[in-house]
């Protein structure tokens, strides 16, 4: 996993040669933000065409979310219109045939005009770079802190998510990465949630936007721990109480106490 930060870190430094013109590869129920790398199966004629074409090139694609994953052949008006500038890191082939492709994201992009249609889309694109602003205000601050303070509490709380995540969390500096980063690993959330934050050049908009899903999160995940809770303890009280029935059985039948019609 470091060594594919590292190489993602080198990869970043491409970013001011992105070509003008690329090509697209559609994902069905993905959403790929700058700078993670995502595993991805590829089975479409199309798709397995364009990333073998890819590894004898420079790699680098657009990925696109389509908007009804049920699409089999998208075109272009089934695909929304930003994604993510990426570059193929790793190919292999499945026993199915199938391709599992590691992608590395890059830059957003915007769609500008389809070039190509056949055997796979191609497109004009344009870079789309963060919005920033002052990040030393104390309003900027305070929302930073709150977007990684609910994120760290989400993976106390959550099953699915790994406790490391918490020590890159907290040391990542650049927040639009930081929006990046916690987008692709909150749990639960949507694709379409995702296309919205992958959609927002302004960093402040994405931890705001950020900031109220989390919370939503975050009170599920405190409701299920309370409930789960709740089950515990009666579960144990039961027990507690069964086995106080059991040991109370020999008692009862030593002081001719006992009731053979009792269960």
Excluded: W
């Excluded at 933000?33 to 089975?43: D, E, K, R, S, Y």
């Excluded at 915007?110 to 002052?134: C, H, T, W």
């Excluded at 709150?146 to 993976?155: D, L, T």
């Amino acid at each position: 996993m470091k060594r594919d930060f590292e190489e993602l870190d080198d990869i970043q430094q491409k970013v001011e040669t992105i070509p003008e013109e690329l090509p697209i590869l559609p994902v069905r129920d993905a959403v790929i933000f700058p700078h993670a790398v995502i595993p991805l199966t590829v089975g479409r004629e199309s798709s397995v065409k364009l990333t073998n074409d890819l590894q004898q090139a420079d790699g680098m694609l657009v990925v696109l979310t389509q908007r009804d994953k049920r699409l089999d052949s998208p075109a272009p008006a089934d695909l929304y219109e930003i994604g993510t500038v990426s570059m193929v890191h790793r190919v292999m082939k499945t026993p199915e045939g199938n391709l599992f492709v590691i992608i590395m994201g890059v830059s957003r992009a915007r769609m500008q005009e389809f070039v190509q249609y056949d055997p796979y889309l191609r497109s004009k694109i344009g870079v789309l770079a963060d919005e920033k602003e002052d990040e030393t205000g104390v309003d900027f601050q305070a929302l930073r802190r709150a977007v990684v303070s609910q994120f760290e509490r989400i993976i106390k709380l959550s099953p699915q998510l790994p406790d490391d995540l918490q020590t890159i969390v907290i040391n990542i500096e650049d927040s639009g990465r930081l929006a990046d980063y916690i987008a692709t690993n909150l749990p639960n959330l949507s694709i379409v949630s995702k296309q919205f934050v992958l959609e927002q050049v302004s960093v402040r908009k994405r931890l705001e936007y950020l900031n109220t899903e989390l919370a939503k999160e975050l009170e599920v995940l405190e409701l299920r721990s309370k409930i789960q809770n709740q089950v515990q303890e009666e579960v144990g009280k039961s027990q507690r109480e069964y086995f106080l029935r059991e040991q109370m059985r020999p008692i009862q039948r030593e002081l001719g106490e006992s009731d053979d019609t009792q269960p």
